[in-house]
């Protein structure tokens, strides 16, 4: 790494926590745009499932895309038996709304622990963010991380477009 100071004992980046840092702030969201509990909090339960016109997912598709996507994501950085589902259908849910608002709350709860779990990882010193993960074709855990950042700020976006759509979003 080109201008970047580290010890002859450690060979890493001396900013190396400061890199942990801003990687787990990256994935609370919210500095460059909503976050995700202003997107879920007070979702009208009675649109969960609604497909406004000229949206090919309901809120309830997106958060349930956005919570399976995570998830496989967390489980293949830290478990070597880890099998992903099928793509794509393994990443959405089979029906437009949630069977009740309980399934809701829970896949939105869901979201927000397994999201803490990724950035209890990426803080974790032990953690190494440049190695190879043995049971993938390549991938890093720096890796894992940004595409996690990257998948739920595209569909965090798309949730806020829905309830635009829907008439529901007061920003500000």
Do not use: C
Not at 52 to 76: N, V
Not at 134 to 142: A, W
């Amino acid at each position: 790494m080109a201008g970047v100071k580290t010890t002859a004992k450690e060979k890493k980046p001396m900013n190396e926590k400061a890199l942990r840092e801003q990687l787990a702030k990256m994935l609370d969201w919210g500095e460059a745009h909503a976050d995700w509990e202003g997107a879920v909090k007070s979702f009208p339960p009675e649109h969960y499932g609604t497909r406004p016109a000229g949206s090919p997912h309901s809120a309830w598709e997106l958060l349930e895309h956005i919570r399976l996507a995570q998830l496989d994501i967390l489980q293949f950085s830290r478990n070597p038996k880890h099998v992903s589902p099928p793509w794509p259908e393994g990443y959405w849910p089979k029906d437009s709304a949630p069977p009740s608002a309980a399934a809701w709350a829970k896949s939105a709860k869901q979201v927000t622990e397994d999201r803490r779990e990724m950035e209890r990882l990426v803080k974790d010193p032990k953690t190494d963010l440049f190695a190879k993960i043995p049971h993938g074709s390549g991938q890093t855990i720096l890796r894992e991380i940004l595409l996690l950042a990257d998948h739920n700020a595209y569909h965090l976006g798309q949730l806020v477009l829905v309830r635009k759509m829907l008439g529901d979003w007061k920003s500000g």
